[in-house]
């Protein structure tokens, strides 16, 4: 039977993932890990898969505790020390084998961002597969400079001396990324630490299950397994992480996590990095080329991951005289953009989950801002 099981759960798993299914149907299965047992629209044949196949599956699953983060960071500290990360030819391999995964798998990752966001396949190529292709390649193309020390100038009382800064590895890090581009934000500090010559644990967003799976599988056939390894899972997992002693943090995502992250470093006094976004207002003035104008707001509220990035611009600031003009033109950009009906535009991703969803039809549905909308605020929530 359990041999039966895995063979349908691999059927299942394939139609879940199909980047032409229903886009209704994935998110809907997304949302809730339960789907399987509750949903009277699935066969009663799935039905008796999830009664009769979870729990082996549960049972031959190791839960990733503090005891397995202790000896994942034990063994990675290990081959730290050895000094095999340290090597010029060790990082530019690692460097080279990261380029060539993202070029070898531009599909896989584009049909990943499609199913945690909707992603349409030109806004995954441009916001996240070439940055990420220009960050390997600049990192290949400086990591000699970057790593050849720099001499300085030495005081009068050192005389005579000679002095030079020698940048060196810290050691083994820690990347928890965030899901609103997770694989940008997932492999780009990637790139950075392995430049540096570190060890480097990534713990891709949950919210994102897709892309943190595609992570986990192209890493482990692409890089140095002994040295950068993916841990996968919620918040068991990341906290299972943070007990532990780490040579530096590099977080993204929001305050209340990032409080967290940090008084989990400071017990050992770990330097971390917290990427926690912020606001991002815009002033108009009346002089400008309004067209010009409305064209970038649209591109970096709507067009950019449908608002969910910081860059996306949360508020306007301009003259009384002027937000009228302001406003139609944004109606015409609008339209341009994304037709007269936007639920039928192919280039505007989703909201992540039901529940960021609910946040925003909870602010547009405030008793002070519902009588305000002058545009939008239709919202279909099977489509988030």
């Known amino acids: 039977m359990a041999t039966l099981s895995v063979v349908m759960l691999s059927n299942w798993s394939n139609c879940c993932n199909r980047p032409s299914g229903d886009y209704k149907f994935r998110q809907a299965y997304r949302r809730n890990n339960l789907h ?44 730290f020390r050895s000094g095999r990360t340290k090597s010029y030819e060790w990082r530019v391999a690692q460097l080279q084998s990261i380029l060539r995964m993202i070029d070898e798998n531009e599909k896989m990752i584009i049909e990943a961002l499609y ?70 934000l997932s492999l780009d500090p990637v790139i950075g630490a392995v430049a540096a010559g570190n060890a480097v644990v990534l713990k891709p967003s949950e919210l994102a299950p897709a892309t943190s799976s595609v992570l986990a599988k192209l890493l482990e056939k692409y890089v140095d397994r002994s040295a950068i390894t993916v841990v996968e899972g919620a918040v068991a997992e990341t906290s299972a992480l943070l007990e532990q002693k780490w040579d530096k943090i590099f977080f993204t995502g929001g305050g209340r996590v990032g409080r967290i992250v940090l008084t989990a470093a400071a017990k050992h006094l770990t330097p971390v990095v917290l990427e926690l976004g912020g606001k991002c207002p815009a002033v108009v003035d009346s002089n400008v080329n309004i067209e010009v104008a409305v064209r970038r707001i649209i591109a970096g509220k709507w067009a950019c991951n449908n608002g969910q990035a910081c860059i996306g611009v949360d508020y306007i600031i301009t003259t009384k005289d002027f937000a009228p003009k302001l406003i139609d033109a ?37 008793d002070k801002v519902s009588d305000k909308i002058v545009l939008g605020a239709q919202r279909d929530e099977s489509q988030l």
Request: proline fraction near 5%.
């Open 115 to 184: 199913e945690d966001l909707g992603k349409p396949e030109l806004e995954s190529f441009t916001a996240e597969i070439t940055m990420l292709k220009s960050s390997s390649k600049e990192a290949l193309e400086q990591l000699k400079r970057w790593m050849t020390p720099e001499k300085v100038k030495t005081s009068i009382s050192l005389y005579p001396s000679s002095a030079e800064i020698v940048s060196e590895p810290l050691g083994v890090v820690l990347v928890i990324s965030t899901w609103n581009f997770p694989f940008l």
């Open 330 to 366: 944004l109606r015409n950009g609008l339209e341009e953009f994304f037709g007269k009906d936007p639920f039928e535009s192919k280039d505007r991703s989703r909201i992540v989950n039901s529940f960021h969803f609910k946040r925003l039809v909870g602010l547009m549905d405030e």
């Open 36 to 79: 399987l047992r509750q949903s009277s629209h699935l066969s009663s044949s799935f039905h008796c898969l999830c009664a009769t196949t979870l729990p082996v599956l549960e049972e031959q699953k190791r839960t990733f505790d503090a005891e397995r983060a202790a000896s994942l960071v034990k063994d990675l500290r290990n081959n």
